[in-house]
T-cell receptor
Framework: AQSVTQPDIHITVSEGASLELRCNYS??????LFWYVQSPGQGLQLLLK??????LVQGIKGFEAEFKRSQSSFNLRKPSVHWSDAAEYFC?????????????FGTGTSLTVIP | KAGVTQTPRYLIKTRGQQVTLSCSPI?????VSWYQQTPGQGLQFLFE???????NKGNFPGRFSGRQFSNSRSEMNVSTLELGDSALYLC???????????????FGPGTRLLVL
């Protein structure tokens, strides 16, 4: 069965520090991988996605993620965190077929940014 | 393009009532999926509609149902509400014009339902 694991429930970083959020997945075929961000009371905003090709993916707001097949990981990074990055981050695997699409979400990582 | 819109944004109901939530996808998108988000269970897939047909369904009781109209707008209905149905209900749309394979999902702001 497909699954997505985000091992860090909560992370606190100082503004200006670098950030890495971990994501591991379990899926038999080539995965479609996504990172979304959710601010309090809001929906999910797509940060970036990986379908194929270059394993280092650039997203919005200065985020990037690297797909590592050997480690079944898709970690999200940002070199310098801003206070506005405080939010909940979700990793997801997309599964498509003739009969339908489905997302499997991780449980999320809550990011706190301290001044 | 306008994003995914959901109405209403907030809703308060009492146990036993029923509720209908609405979702308008991004223009040109034909697939709509629904998710329930709660602090305890996280994000859980409810169902996906494409071309007015339910294509995929998550593990939820029959009290949860949906439909999609010819203009791709979708509604979700929950009957006989329970306290545990209190959640943020998110709608996502995707183009899915290729007919198979995965398309990126774009989410609406959600409808927050409180059941008293």
């Amino acid at each position: 069965a497909q699954s997505v694991t985000q091992p860090d429930i909560h992370i606190t970083v100082s503004e200006g520090a670098s950030l890495e959020l971990r994501c591991n997945y379990s899926y038999g075929a080539t995965p479609y991988l996504f990172w979304y961000v959710q601010s309090p009371g809001q929906g999910l905003q797509l940060l970036l996605k990986y379908f194929s090709g270059d394993t280092l993916v650039q997203g919005i707001k200065g985020f990037e993620a690297e797909f590592k097949r050997s480690q079944s990981s898709f970690n999200l990074r940002k070199p310098s965190v801003h206070w506005s990055d405080a939010a909940e981050y979700f990793c997801a695997v997309g599964v498509g077929s003739n009969t339908g699409n489905q997302f499997y979400f991780g449980t999320g990582t809550s990011l706190t940014v301290i001044p | 393009k306008a994003g995914v819109t959901q109405t209403p944004r907030y809703l308060i109901k009492t146990r036993g009532q029923q509720v209908t939530l609405s979702c308008s996808p991004i223009s040109g998108h034909r697939s709509v999926s629904w998710y329930q988000q709660t602090p305890g269970q996280g994000l859980q897939f409810l169902f996906e509609y494409f071309s007015e047909t339910q294509r995929n369904k998550g593990n939820f009781p029959g009290r949860f149902s949906g439909r999609q109209f010819s203009n791709s707008r979708s509604e979700m209905n929950v009957s006989t509400l329970e306290l545990g149905d209190s959640a943020l209900y998110l709608c996502a749309s995707s183009a899915r014009f290729r007919g198979m394979g995965y398309e990126t999902q774009y989410f609406g702001p959600g409808t927050r339902l409180l059941v008293l």
